[in-house]
């Protein structure tokens, strides 16, 4: 192939046409008109991310019945587990209302009652949620198109353009059959390009880490990486997703085993309930499945012995409905533990913005790298319809923040720069013998996917994992592509063996459980040595770490001493 160059200039480019990259498109051009706004995205601006794919559902705070410091008292000793930056989740539950206007001014239907407010549905003592139609991400791109943003689709930002500290632009490619290669300045430059999923449940596949990668590349700092292992329960048989399901539990003997591991109903999945299923399966219980007909309410009534009265079977009865078929109810309700991944470890400030200056990064490319939720993977981070709403905020966040900065003039990137941009992107198409992108592939998620590899963790089981991602990462010099799709392919999969590494690279550094992360070798969760993020960064081809105090004595909510 002989490859085009092209350059191409902006004033702000946004990698990624996801809900957050649009809304931060939106918001901006809204701010300020003035700006020459461009997404890239590297399939179609509207159907590409995770929002549309199925979540559907936005997370509301009933702030007429709770006060955001109420819910910010159950996430942090629930859920974040003092890891988290509670000014920076104040200021989400804060925006709740605002952000939910601003969504139906932008086009996106959510469902009212005739009096004109929001239809919600309360799922809990202080979450409630609302449906919303899956064309979201469509209509925000009608939105956006109406106020001037340009969109480019079917084009891969791969590598970022630094100097002297400063962002000033970024290389992309065209996944078509022509290969564009793409130079681009821009005086700002956002990531929206989603979290890192591993290609292994398929609702969430889309996110394969490309701004993770690029940024780390670039030299920006990553924040909590061992948060970027979520799992949730599937059934066996068809792997499809089963929702509060970990109430539920029993093992091959029938013996209801949620109780072993918790003593109320969950807001979602623990990962407790992921070592739970683990340790039936080693000790010869398992398997596990869910016999919700049995249970009238978690935590409320059992079967006769258990020591709880039975209860009416409202809860059991509405999953029992869910799980129909065709009006038949399916019995066959064996579950196991799926990989989801969601690491979303890029550090931002309050402003979204990353370590390096002019570059952000927002939404799920950098939900645990904020710091806002703790101690739990990105959306739904236990807390479900936070997905699509985090990165709305994000990506308002970060719109703000640009809005209100001078727009230097960057300077051209450098000739050399661009040649070995070009020389490392289109490698793999031009070596006449390698590997394929799913043999590495398969190598990390036999290093990612078992639960006792990256959730309940351990010393010597990581070791297993890890010598299983440098196999991975001996390959990446071999990868061979047919055509730009295969490009593509290999580069994501040199992402995900990237945030492989940084997974177990920080996970054996952290001593101790909190809240998601489990460590069998360390299993109490330690205040005097651990409240503390860790930091990785990218110094001369070297993965380095560092920590960085939680500045708990700032926070309205400390833990016991």
Not at 361 to 386: L, T
Request: aromatic content about 8%; charged content about 25%; overall charge negative.
């Amino acid at each position: 192939m002989e490859i085009t160059r092209k350059e191409l200039s902006c004033d702000v480019l946004i990698a990624g046409g996801g809900i957050g990259g649009l809304v931060c498109a939106v918001e901006l051009k809204e701010k300020r008109p003035d700006l020459d706004v461009l997404i890239v995205e590297k399939q179609v601006t509207g159907f590409g991310g995770k929002a549309n794919k199925g979540g559907g559902v936005l997370q509301y705070f009933q702030l007429d019945k709770i006060t955001p410091m109420d819910f910010l008292q159950f996430h942090v000793n629930e859920i974040g587990c003092y890891l988290g930056d509670q000014d920076l989740m104040i200021k989400y539950v804060e925006m709740n209302h605002g952000m939910l206007d601003k969504m139906t001014e932008w086009g996106i239907k959510i469902p009212k009652k005739p009096d004109g407010s929001y239809a919600v549905m309360p799922t809990g003592p202080f979450t409630a949620m609302i449906s919303c139609e899956l064309d979201l991400c469509l209509r925000m791109r009608r939105t956006a198109e109406k106020l001037g943003v340009r969109i480019m689709d079917k084009t891969a930002v791969a590598e970022l353009f630094t100097d002297n500290g400063k962002v000033i632009g970024a290389a992309a490619y065209s996944i078509l059959d022509d290969g564009t290669f793409y130079s681009i300045s821009a005086k700002k430059v956002v990531l929206a390009t989603g979290s890192q999923n591993y290609r292994f449940g398929s609702m969430w596949s889309s996110g394969r880490g490309d701004g993770i990668g690029a940024a780390y590349r670039a030299g920006a700092e990553m924040r909590n990486a061992e948060f970027g292992n979520f799992f949730q329960l599937v059934r066996v048989k068809s792997f499809h997703e089963v929702v509060f399901g970990e109430n539920f539990m029993y093992n091959a003997n029938n013996e209801y085993v949620t109780k072993n591991f918790t003593d109320k109903r969950e807001t979602d999945i623990p990962s407790k309930a992921v070592r739970e299923w683990y340790l039936n399966m080693l000790n010869g219980t398992g398997p596990i499945h869910l016999d919700y007909g049995q249970m009238g309410h978690p935590m409320g009534g059992g079967k006769p012995g258990e020591g709880r009265p039975p209860m009416p079977p409202r809860y059991g009865d509405k999953f029992r409905e869910l799980n129909n078929k065709d009006g038949e109810i399916d019995v066959d309700m064996e579950v196991c533990p799926m990989l989801i991944g969601e690491q979303s470890c890029i550090k931002v400030d309050h402003g979204m913005q990353t370590t390096i200056e002019g570059l952000y990064a927002i939404g799920d490319a950098s939900y645990c790298g904020s710091g806002v939720c703790g101690a739990v993977p990105a959306p739904p981070a236990r807390n479900r319809g936070s997905g699509i709403l985090n990165a709305v905020f994000a990506g308002i966040l970060g719109a703000d923040d640009i809005a209100e900065r001078t727009l230097e003039d960057v300077p051209a990137i450098c000739p050399c720069q661009l040649d070995k941009c070009f020389e490392t992107i289109y490698a793999p198409l031009y070596r006449e013998e390698g590997v394929s992108e799913k043999d590495v592939i398969y190598l990390i998620q036999k290093a990612m996917a078992p639960s006792d590899y990256s959730v309940y963790m351990e010393e010597g089981r990581m070791k297993e994992a890890v010598a299983l991602v440098e196999e991975a990462k001996a390959l990446l010099p071999k990868l061979k592509a047919k055509d730009m799709h295969g490009v593509l392919c290999c580069h994501e999969a040199e992402n995900m063996v990237l945030s492989a590494e940084m997974h177990y690279f920080a996970s054996k550094e952290r001593k101790e459980s909190r809240g998601w992360f489990l460590r069998e070798d360390y299993p109490e969760m330690d205040n005097e040595n651990w409240l503390k993020w860790i930091v990785i960064k990218n110094e001369d081809g070297q993965m380095t770490m560092s920590t960085e105090d939680v500045p708990i004595e700032k926070y309205p909510i400390q833990p016991a001493k």
